[in-house]
């Protein structure tokens, strides 16, 4: 289903971005759909191709009590029936080989997470399925290394790669974007910015992970203004509520707003 879309980023014919947005896991049975429709009426005004996005599980979490899903195959059937619903493609993580078997038949894109860019397994895997698979940048990787994350992809005999800035390690609590490196990437395949776990701060000593999300839109735009292809953008009604990243997510009320801003950014990058 984002094949269109995403190809003709592949050959530079769009001159707008695309957009991953979503609660971070399927909470419930409701709450996902009320924000993907949402978001689908909101892109479709503004003319913005949109992937909607949510964990089916969570498998890297700080503490052992935290939430990590409602089951995989009620969360999975729920994406596929956004899917379904609105007609939008839709991506979710994947951690192991099993799980891209499990997963694929719901989806349109298998991700991976960050930490597990290097794993060639994962990433051989899900290259066969024959999905579009996106790359998280490993936080400890340097944009020139993400190349051999895509060339497992590539070299296994699928094209459809992505690649996703979520910044780098900086001590032990912070994580900063270099934008020096979305050129970089961009040669390698079209990049996406997560402009909500790269203001991440992880590694509390509480074992919840904290964030900066006063500084989403300003990351949003400035990912617009370097060149990304697309946003990645975790939001949520009631973030203080939200079952994960919680301290990461922009209001579902504030996106439209941001979306008009970097749509007003990349007219003039374009024009």
Known sequence: MPDSFIR????????TFFLMAGPCVIENDQLPLEIASHIKQVTSRLGIPYIFKASYRKA????LDSFTGIGDEKA?????????????PV??????EAEVQLAAPYVDILQIPAFLCRQTSLLVTAAASGKWVNIKKGQFLSPEAMQFAVDKVRESGNEKVLITERGTTFGYQDLVVDFRGIPVMRKQAPVILDCTHSLQKP???????GGLPALIETMARTGIAAGVDGLFIET??????ALSD??????????EGLLEQTLAIKSVLSS
């Open 203 to 209: 590694n509390q000593s509480s074992g919840v992970t």
């Open 236 to 241: 949520h009604p009631s973030p203080e509520q």
């Open 91 to 96: 991506v979710t993580d994947i951690h192991s």
């Open 60 to 63: 890297n979490r700080s503490r």
């Open 76 to 88: 999975l059937d729920i994406l596929k029936h956004i899917r379904d619903t609105l007609g939008v």
């Open 246 to 255: 919680g301290a990461n997510m922009l209001p579902l009320e504030r996106l």
């Open 8 to 15: 003709e980023i592949y050959q530079h014919q769009r001159k």
